[in-house]
């Protein structure tokens, strides 16, 4: 079995969900795709890429089968949420039995995130 190799989101304004993901994340671009109509920014998250995907015909509808989140760890966790809140993002957070925090947000296309103190997969 191989690794995850990237996860894709449709978003409706590349340059701005790229500069919410860049900015908020710190996330690196590792490529771009121009397939015509249809604009593709790939980022680097930690050696797994998150594919943003600008299609012509606009943002589809939610789809059967859609994930219903995306999740991140935070090393600076605290420093994390001050520049969402920072950029206006509206931050839901709770603290888990174990006393570490997760965070979830709407990015700017309403894609759920979640942003994580400790890593699940440790």
Do not use: C, W
Not at 14 to 22: E, G, Q, T, V
Not at 58 to 68: F, H, Y
Not at 70 to 76: E, K, P, Q, S
Request: charged share 30%; aromatic share 8%; glycine share 12%.
């Amino acid at each position: 079995m191989g690794r995850m190799d990237h996860v894709g989101l449709i978003v409706g304004d590349l340059d701005r969900s790229l500069a919410f993901y860049r900015d908020a994340f710190g996330f690196p671009e590792h490529s771009r795709l121009d397939m015509g109509e249809t604009k593709i920014v790939f980022l680097d998250v930690g050696g797994t890429l998150l594919e943003l995907v600008q299609r012509s015909e606009g943002p589809v509808e939610a789809l059967e089968g859609r994930i219903s989140h995306i999740a991140f760890h935070a090393d600076d966790y605290d420093g994390l949420l001050t520049r969402l809140e920072g950029m206006g993002a509206e931050l839901q957070s709770r603290t888990l039995g174990d006393g570490s925090r997760i965070t979830f947000l709407r990015d700017p296309d309403g894609h759920n995130v979640e942003i994580d103190e400790r890593p699940f997969n440790q």
